[in-house]
């Protein structure tokens, strides 16, 4: 679906195919049929798309005819969908133009959506608010108890998202206020902190992808973000392609498959190639089966098993901090990454071979004992990581025996971990295999 980068373009590289499961369709359902009036009133023109209820993924969309390669799947008209043009055109737009310092698109979307929830009945949107989900399950919404039991690198980045919200809540206090005369009731019990969340993770995971131009009246960060009703209810899959994109030509923003489709199975689409954690951080899910489902290695665990003694540790570190060797190192369902190992190798160098540091990050080896006491932390990393996902997975067991009401919280804890220890065990085969062929 497109081009940008981080948080924005990750929600909007969408493609598009489809799963085996058979759903149970939902398209009867009264808050459909009151959307699919509304859409249609739009000038949306009705797709083979329905909404269905997925053993795996939940709720999403069901094609109720065979998908041909390349089809277009649905075509949404440029006024069904809420961009920040649609704040600006509102009641709001006054109050949002004239506000300084200028508020970011994505405050704006937020502002917009807490207000017409507000307005109820009175709403425009109503049909379209009535189908968002009523509670999310990003970390920012979970438990501190819940988020205590997450992996240490997502529980830090799930505490940086937490903080996030906080503060752009905090901060946009005096723009809540001066929207007072547009209410009856006290803007602070509109603009709570929950309703803000709620609309802060409604744009975070169903926003789709549509850059505008820089206006003068939102800040300098990309206005990039389109709720696409409908459009919205399709899942994510690793494994399929689509095209999505908003056509200048026809105005509407397009869905195309990658590949065909068969009748009643579901329609998925691809939010991008992201590891589970990332998809539970900013979308609240862990997916069945994730081609890129990978464990982290953290700085403190890479140097972990190696010896305190080494007067090079400090270098050797900071060379791998320069050259970009300090993140993304994993374990995947290939075994340790690439990364991984270089950057262990490169630790692992005698002082006599240091000088030769830069061969290592070229994929030259060193040693056959650089090759070995490499491989061996490795497994030594592995192996605690497979310990810790043991006890993990068992305190996550006791959790939902103890703590009914965080269950659904503690299964996707406890799916995140079991995945991990699933892709451990795969990376200690591969780690023995290696090992073995240098004996
Ligand atoms: C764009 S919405 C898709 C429609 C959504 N399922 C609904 O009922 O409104 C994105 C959200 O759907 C859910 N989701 C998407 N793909 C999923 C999957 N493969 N498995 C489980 N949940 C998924 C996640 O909650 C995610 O935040």
């Keep these: 679906m497109k081009k940008g980068r981080g948080r924005t373009s990750r929600i909007r590289r969408r493609k598009l195919c489809s799963s085996t499961s058979r759903g149970v369709n939902e398209s009867h359902k009264p808050e459909f049929i009151e959307l699919k009036k509304w859409l249609k009133d739009r000038k949306f023109e009705d797709t083979s798309l329905i909404p269905a209820c997925f053993p795996g993924t939940g709720r999403g969309m069901m094609s109720k005819t065979a998908l041909q390669e390349g089809q277009v799947i649905i075509s949404l008209p440029e006024s069904c969908l809420l961009t920040t043009d649609t704040v600006i055109r509102s009641y709001l737009g006054a109050y949002i133009a004239k506000w300084q310092p200028p508020p970011s698109p994505l405050l704006a979307l937020c502002t917009f959506l807490v207000a017409e929830r507000h307005a109820g009945d009175r709403s425009p949107w109503k049909p ?114 689509v095209k999505a994109a908003f056509s200048e030509e026809t105005r509407c923003y397009e869905v195309r498959t990658g590949s065909g489709c068969r009748p009643y199975e579901e329609v998925l689409v691809c939010y991008g190639p992201h590891d589970s954690q990332r998809l539970l951080l900013e979308y609240g899910f862990v997916p069945r089966r994730n081609p890129h489902a990978c464990v982290r290695v953290s700085p403190d665990m890479l140097v972990k098993y190696l010896p305190s003694t080494d007067k090079q540790m400090n270098k050797k570190m900071s060379i791998l901090k320069d050259h970009d060797f300090i993140e993304n190192l994993t374990f995947g369902w290939d075994g340790p990454s690439w990364r991984l190992l270089t950057a262990l190798k490169l630790l692992c160098l005698e002082a006599e071979e240091f000088p ?84």
């Excluded at 169903?206 to 009703?229: H, I, W």
Aim: with cysteine; net charge negative.
């Design 128 to 241: 379209y608010l009535e189908v968002l989900p009523k509670a999310y399950t990003c970390p920012v919404c979970l438990e501190p108890e819940v988020v205590n039991l997450l992996p240490k690198c997502l529980k830090a980045k799930a505490s940086e998202q937490r903080t996030h919200v906080q503060e752009l809540f905090t901060s946009s206090r005096d723009l809540f206020s001066s929207l007072q005369p547009l209410f009856s009731e006290a803007v602070e019990s509109i603009f709570s902190y929950g309703a803000f969340l709620w609309a802060w993770c409604t744009v975070s995971t169903r926003a789709v992808y549509m850059e505008r131009g820089r206006r003068p009246c939102f800040s300098a960060e990309p206005d990039t973000c389109a709720l696409a009703p409908y459009l919205d209810l399709l899942n994510h899959s690793p494994e399929v392609q």
């Design 356 to 439: 030769r540091w830069k061969k290592v990050l070229l994929g030259e080896i060193i040693s056959d004992t650089n090759e070995k006491t490499s491989l061996d932390i490795a497994q030594k990393i592995c192996h605690y990581f497979t310990e810790e996902a043991n006890a993990m997975l068992q305190k996550v067991c006791h959790m939902k025996d103890e703590e009914v009401a965080l269950r659904d919280q503690l299964t996707l804890v406890e799916a995140l971990w079991a995945e991990g220890l699933k892709v451990l065990r795969v990376s200690a085969e591969t780690l023995s295999s290696l090992r073995a062929a240098l004996r």
